[in-house]
């Protein structure tokens, strides 16, 4: 097998132009997206996607979970495919690179070995991971969890968004429940290409994060119970307010993980009041805690400190306190073998590298439970992502993709 020569570039400018093509589906009122999991929006990029890929010759697969699988075949047809994916779903306030960046990098990927007419032994397949965002069904990275067989499927179809609507019914709804089993599947490799949702790399002036590790996860959803009053005319000390109770848990959330530095954050990105009405204390209190660290012990120390603590503050206040990990998985490691061949093709390219280890959780974490796996990053403007001014360079966005062409091909095999 040969190796792909230094002068191996993919095709920017036409990256680029698909990234901007899929931004206009699902537009955000900020320059962003709104194209969240199974809306019409979301039915509207996977179509697009689709036919993309099919104009390169690809050939769709689609599981139980409507993840989307696009098949460009290797000259060994036993051989394992190299998956190359992320997702295309976006938060509701979200950018256009996050996860769409390593879509689309893997359809250059395949564009580029048309263009050069380059087969390789292994097939690679392009995915979309249905869900990744978690943002209306909870929790994040649900297609890849079920398949690496981490969450089970019946669990997954009953999350339900805000408005009640069921994953299951959403998934039938915009058409996209697939024939295959999830998990089915068997990889030889995985490699995620993302832009890096932090300050590191644009403050360190390199243009590729070598990924060796993710933090782990807990997402701890509180559910608080208080007695629903009038604000005006209950006297403070006959409230049973859980509204007042959550303000403290919050603080109390920024407290552990400060004391848990360095290497450690939490915070809460979601709150519910019923009935939310301006002039009731609250019934009920619903939120949900966001804790991560790459250290499982720090990790797990700060669940057990935040639950023992919000206790004993709703019982302090009187509230009701019940508490359900929604969300999990700890922290991981990557495949030493690929993030080799992600730093060798880096220095074959003449790109500033440094190791780095996700703040964000990503479809890599679980597919790295069931074959080996790594991932690629490049800088964001300001490390600002889940924000609809999320911004990088067409320079960035070429550089981390042709890391992904070399490193890739190393793995799948060039025959010719
Ligand atoms: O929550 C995460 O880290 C990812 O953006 N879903
Ligand atoms: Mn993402
Ligand atoms: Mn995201």
């Known amino acids: 097998m040969t190796s792909p020569g230094e002068n191996l570039r993919i095709n920017g400018d036409r990256l680029w132009e698909s990234l901007m093509d899929m931004a206009k589906v699902g537009p955000g ?39 989307m699988f696009m098949t460009r075949p290797g000259t060994d047809p036993e051989a394992l495919p190299v998956y190359i994916g992320s997702h295309l779903d976006t938060q509701p306030t979200g950018g256009k690179y996050d996860g769409v960046l390593g879509v689309l990098a893997g359809l250059e ?30 929790p994040a990275m649900l297609a890849s969890g079920v398949f690496a067989g981490a969450i089970p499927m019946d669990h997954a179809y009953a999350r339900q968004d805000p408005d009640g609507k069921s994953f299951g019914e959403e998934l039938e709804r915009i058409g996209w429940v697939g024939e295959e089993e999830v998990g089915a599947r068997k990889m030889h490799a995985y490699f995620e290409y993302h832009i890096e949702q932090g300050p590191i790399l644009e403050a360190e002036d390199r243009q590729i994060g070598v990924v060796t590790h993710c933090q782990g996860l807990w997402w701890l959803e509180f ?24 303000a403290r848990i919050i603080e109390m959330v920024q407290e552990v993980a400060m004391a848990a530095q360095p290497g450690a954050v939490g915070g809460v990105g979601q709150v519910k009041f019923a009935p939310n009405s301006r002039n009731v204390l609250p019934a009920k209190a619903v939120f949900t ?59 074959k390219l003449g790109y500033s590298h440094m ?48 890391v992904l062409f070399h490193a890739v091909l190393e793995t799948a095999g060039i025959v010719d």
Do not use: Y
Request: some cysteine.
């Open 29 to 67: 009122i900020a320059g962003g997206n709104n194209r969240q999991t199974l809306t019409d929006a979301d039915k509207e990029g996977r179509a697009l996607f689709q036919s993309w890929c099919e104009d390169a010759g690809l050939s769709m697969g689609v599981d139980k979970m409507g993840t």
């Open 109 to 138: 990927v395949v564009r580029s070995m048309n263009d050069l007419g380059i087969r390789t032994k292994h097939p690679i397949v392009v995915t979309n991971w249905t869900n990744e965002e978690g943002a209306r069904f909870a």
């Open 223 to 246: 559910t608080l119970t208080g007695k629903e009053a009038h604000t005006g005319s209950t006297p403070m000390n006959m409230r049973v307010n859980a509204g007042l109770a959550m």
């Open 289 to 347: 805690v966001d804790i991560r660290s790459p250290d499982q012990q720090k990790l797990d120390g700060m669940r057990a400190e935040i639950e023992k603590r919000a206790a004993a503050i709703c019982a302090e206040i009187g509230v009701g306190c019940a508490v359900e990990a929604i969300g999990h998985f700890d922290p991981v490691t990557f495949d030493p073998v690929l993030v080799g061949r992600v730093r060798s093709a880096a220095e």
């Open 355 to 402: 190791n780095i280890i996700s703040g964000a959780g990503h479809d890599a974490c679980w597919a790295a439970k069931v074959a080996p796996a790594t991932m690629i990053m490049c800088p964001c403007v300001d490390g600002l992502s889940h924000n609809e001014a999320e911004d990088i360079s067409l320079e960035w966005a070429a550089s981390g993709c042709d």
